[in-house]
């Protein structure tokens, strides 16, 4: 059972506060730095390289310090109380930048804050994700608060994705002009940072759960798992695949379909909608079947979303396949955690401690690849396409961003549905991992 002074919804509200900021840098940064500010998408690509190099290094460090902080407020807490503000700051900084930059002066602009950015989102991450299997190491109740966070996450996402573009380019700005992203980004920031902080304060830790191990040895560990290794490198076909969707969708709908970048709102909100109504019908899927079957199957509607995508001419067809996608990505949302959160099971039991956070942070370093893959796809429409930003989009730029939205994602997502066929998990949680260890025993 969870923690005492644990609500369930308590714990999974901050799902909404982490998502909101991210994916408004996430989906909007093309859109503001490239197609707006006239970003070269050559000087993007690098910098993506660079940063998700930065951030995959830096990621074991913050989870191996969160996993050893001692204090009278816990391991978690005080990163996510910390860690909020600053992560708002950054974002609002990112889309503050002076419409006068332009050259190295903008790369250097956006580099700085889009690596800050991350940063900040990965030490929340890494603590928030955590305390899912701390609070609740029986998997009944972890089903009901992963269930209930990606709930409010695709609350978050409607209002991220969705309305983002409404309130940019048409209640707060305009579609040439940033003024607007930078309002949106003040008020997601003042949001999500009371969000986290709500939640944080209720988390309720274990002190028993304490780590004492040294850096290098743990991650030598984790790294010598072969579930580490096939769990994230399949985990991060989906990753990479979503990531390509959320910065691209707005100049798909803009390019591809030929509509007003507002209109985004439609086809994010339907398959948003989907996904969070479908995610009731993965769990049932998932209580008769279990969760590696269940995830193995999201793979394949996934894919198949992405591939009736491309075919869409208009808002109509684009919404029909959206609806598709929107189911696909339900059943990884209902999956994709409870599958990493068995070998961290396996990995407590397995050595007698729980160090969570070095665990996912190492798991970061498959996220850290959406990145580098988000950064050569946009490259490759330059060299394939000639789109190299707003003001040369090149000859075909709504073949352009067909192929970074629907082609792109769905050769990662059918890899991933082949190779998740392959993938073996714990079929229940290992008895031990739901004890805590006892801090004199880690001595």
């Known amino acids: ?43 993007y690509g690098v910098v993506m390289v660079i940063y998700a190099v930065i951030d995959a290094l830096d990621n074991p460090l913050l989870g191996h310090l969160s996993d050893h902080t001692r204090t009278r407020f816990g391991r978690r807490r005080p990163w996510l109380v910390v860690g909020a503000p600053m992560l708002a700051a950054c974002m ?28 900040f989102d990965s030490l929340l991450n890494a603590n928030y994700g955590a305390l899912l299997p701390e609070l609740y190491p029986r998997e009944r109740d972890r089903s009901v608060a992963n269930s209930l966070r990606q709930g409010f996450q695709l609350v978050a996402l409607v209002i991220s994705l969705a309305v983002t573009p409404l309130l940019t380019t048409q209640v707060f700005g305009t579609e040439t002009t940033t003024e607007g992203f930078q309002i949106t980004a003040i008020v997601y920031g003042v949001i999500a940072t009371a969000v986290i902080v709500f939640m944080a304060l209720s988390a309720r830790e274990n002190p028993r759960y304490s780590t004492h191990s040294r850096l290098l040895p743990s991650l030598w560990s984790i790294i010598r798992t072969p579930m580490f290794w096939t769990v994230g490198v399949v985990g991060s076909l989906y990753g990479v695949a979503m990531a390509l969707v959320l910065s691209g969708v707005q100049l798909y709908v803009r390019y591809s379909l030929g509509l007003p970048v507002a209109n985004a709102l439609y086809l994010q909100g339907l398959v948003i909608l989907i996904a969070g109504g479908g995610l009731a019908v993965w769990t049932r899927v998932i209580a008769r079947r279990g969760a590696l079957w269940t995830w193995r199957l999201a793979f ?4 198949a979303g992405f591939a009736a995508l491309f075919f869409a001419t208009g808002l109509v067809t684009a919404l029909a396949a959206g609806a598709l996608l929107g189911a696909g990505w339900s059943g990884m949302l209902a999956t994709n955690d409870l599958i990493v959160a068995r070998v961290l099971d396996a990995d407590a039991a397995r050595n007698g401690e729980h160090r969570e956070g070095l665990f996912l942070s190492a798991f970061g370093f498959f996220a850290r690849l959406n990145g580098v893959f ?12 000639g789109y190299n930003s707003g003001a040369d989009p090149g000859p075909d730029p709504g073949l352009a961003f067909r192929v970074y939205l629907c082609v792109y994602p769905f050769v990662l997502t059918a ?16 008895p031990e991992a739901a004890e805590p260890v006892d801090e004199e025993s880690t001595r």
């Open 92 to 119: 609002i900084a990112f889309f503050s930048a002076p419409t006068t930059l332009e050259g190295m002066g903008l790369v250097v602009w956006f580099a700085v804050f889009a690596i800050l950015c991350e940063a």
């Open 1 to 43: 059972m969870s923690q005492p002074g644990t609500p369930a919804w308590r714990y999974a509200i901050g799902m909404f506060g982490t998502s909101i900021p991210i994916n408004l840098i996430k989906g909007s940064m093309i859109l503001f730095y490239v197609d707006i500010l006239g970003l070269d998408v050559r000087a």
């Open 374 to 385: 988000g950064g050569l796809a946009l490259t490759s429409l330059g060299v394939f396409f």
């Open 415 to 430: 890899i991933g549905a082949l190779a998740a066929r392959f993938v073996s998990v714990p079929l229940e949680p290992p």
């Open 300 to 303: 394949a509607v996934l894919a």
